[in-house]
């Protein structure tokens, strides 16, 4: 999208400027970054409940009788073996191995999934899937247009949408989805997300989203829900220790070099995009790891950002990826690949250069925060 173009808006826009959003374009989007404080926002998520309109994300239908086996070839997951009615994180590969989106499939019936790309790589992904799909009788659609998608996570959560809905939640498992309606709007309902909360994200036509998130404020309205941006969405991920394309996932990194090799799964049936060269990094990965992805918790109160030099005994050993301080811990947090030397939990001496100055940071596993089931 070129600078010259108005940015998209969601069929929500009036409604978030109607609230006092601040609103901020986000990848081609005008999308809310927060309504009051994000602080409060990322709290409420945490111990109540929040509701965001993600309407930015990119869906791509992909239809027919050879669906699976383009998804199976064209991905690195094992799409093939996704049962109707659940859905699968995965990630889309160059021949060379680099990530081109991190993304989440949902198999909607025998011959239909929905793969739900990030806003950012809505048009790389779909053009690489049309790409891809020669010689498999399936279609690939741009359904952009035709999904608004909003999330309520937290814990109150669950209570909030049984008191909208007959859809069997609690038979509903993280990483399924399935059809119902919500407030009278037909929508798919999926126990996902992206906060390290439960909750639900809900695909519904634009033209009821407004309808269905009046009456979801209004359902949340003793839990204590409140309306999110960007902004919380960010550390809530980041508190998760969730990846985001752009910062921690690119096309210079494979998803070995991501900690995330175990999406890739070479056991499936055929040749996909990029196994040659992952089996490569799988190998490179477990004999000599690059460096690793790692969290970092600040002594101080510096807040690192994504480039800053992780560095020990005077030497940069990692770049952070993400930072912000973090509310439910209290300290500044980040995500940051560093050698591997150095990527054991509780490694001495590591610290962050925050303009100039090197800043103490204590090494810890990834997450920051789990919740408690």
């Given at each position: 999208?070129?600078?010259?173009?108005e940015?998209?808006?969601?069929?929500?826009?009036?409604?978030?400027?109607?609230?006092?959003?601040?609103?901020?374009?986000f990848?081609?989007w005008?999308?809310?970054?927060?309504?009051?404080?994000e602080?409060?926002?990322?709290?409420?998520?945490?111990?109540?409940?929040?509701?965001?309109?993600?309407s930015?994300?990119?869906?791509?239908a992909?239809t027919?009788?050879?669906?699976?086996a383009?998804l199976?070839?064209?991905?690195v997951?094992?799409?093939?073996?996704?049962k109707?009615?659940?859905?699968?994180?995965?990630m889309?590969?160059?021949?060379?191995?680099?990530?081109?989106?991190?993304?989440?499939?949902y198999?909607?019936?025998?011959t239909?999934?929905?793969?739900?790309?990030?806003?950012?790589?809505?048009?790389?992904?779909l053009?690489?899937?049309?790409?891809?799909a020669?010689?498999?009788?399936?279609?690939?659609r741009?359904?952009?247009?035709?999904?608004?998608?909003?999330?309520?996570?937290?814990p109150?959560s669950?209570?909030i949408l049984?008191?909208?809905t007959?859809?069997?939640?609690?038979?509903?498992?993280?990483?399924?989805?399935?059809?119902?309606t919500?407030a009278?709007?037909?929508?798919?309902?999926?126990?996902?997300?992206?906060?390290?909360?439960?909750g639900?994200?809900?695909?519904?036509?634009?033209?009821?989203?407004?309808?269905?998130?009046q009456?979801?404020?209004?359902?949340?309205?003793?839990?204590g829900?409140?309306?999110?941006?960007?902004s919380c969405?960010?550390?809530l991920?980041?508190?998760?220790?969730?990846?985001l394309?752009?910062?921690?996932?690119?096309?210079?990194?494979?998803?070995?070099?991501?900690?995330?090799?175990?999406?890739?799964?070479?056991?499936?049936?055929?040749?996909f995009?990029?196994r040659?060269?992952?089996?490569?990094?799988?190998?490179?990965?477990?004999?000599?790891?690059?460096?690793?992805?790692?969290?970092?918790?600040?002594?101080?109160?510096?807040?690192?950002?994504?480039?800053?030099a992780?560095?020990a005994?005077?030497?940069?050993?990692?770049?952070?990826?993400?930072?912000?301080p973090?509310?439910?811990?209290g300290?500044?947090?980040a995500?940051?690949?560093?050698?591997a030397?150095?990527?054991a939990?509780?490694t001495?001496?590591?610290?962050v250069?925050?303009r100039?100055?090197?800043?103490p940071?204590e090494?810890?596993?990834?997450?920051?925060?789990?919740?408690?089931k």
């Open positions: 999208m070129s600078s010259s173009t940015p998209r808006r969601t069929a929500l826009d009036a409604l978030h400027r109607a609230l006092g959003a601040t609103m901020t374009d990848a081609g005008d999308m809310p970054l927060r309504y009051g404080s602080r409060d926002e990322h709290n409420a998520v945490r111990t109540r409940a929040g509701l965001f309109d993600l930015h994300m990119g869906e791509i992909v027919g009788p050879q669906a699976a383009l199976d070839h064209a991905l997951g094992n799409i093939g073996s996704v109707p009615g659940r859905a699968r994180y995965t889309i590969c160059r021949e060379d191995g680099g990530i081109l989106d991190d993304l989440i499939v198999r909607l019936g025998d239909e999934y929905l793969v739900v790309a990030n806003a950012s790589n809505a048009q790389v992904v053009d690489a899937l049309r790409e891809r020669a010689g498999f009788d399936a279609e690939v741009d359904d952009r247009d035709a999904y608004a998608l909003l999330a309520v996570q937290g109150e669950p209570a049984k008191s909208l007959d859809a069997d939640l609690d038979g509903l498992k993280y990483y399924a989805g399935l059809p119902g919500v009278g709007v037909p929508a798919l309902i999926a126990r996902t997300g992206y906060t390290g909360e439960d639900f994200e809900l695909f519904v036509k634009p033209e009821h989203a407004v309808e269905l998130w009456a979801l404020t209004k359902a949340g309205e003793g839990a829900l409140v309306p999110c941006g960007l969405r960010d550390t991920r980041l508190e998760a220790g969730m990846p394309y752009g910062n921690e996932l690119s096309t210079s990194l494979t998803p070995f070099d991501a900690g995330l090799g175990r999406v890739v799964k070479f056991e499936k049936e055929g040749d995009v990029g040659a060269a992952l089996a490569e990094a799988a190998e490179r990965a477990a004999s000599e790891p690059p460096r690793v992805l790692v969290g970092l918790v600040a002594e101080g109160r510096r807040i690192p950002r994504s480039g800053y992780v560095v005994g005077g030497e940069v050993i990692g770049e952070v990826t993400s930072g912000a973090s509310p439910t811990l300290k500044p947090i995500m940051a690949y560093v050698d030397a150095h990527a939990p509780g001495e001496g590591v610290g250069d925050i100039g100055s090197h800043e940071y090494v810890v596993a990834l997450p920051f925060y789990k919740r408690q």
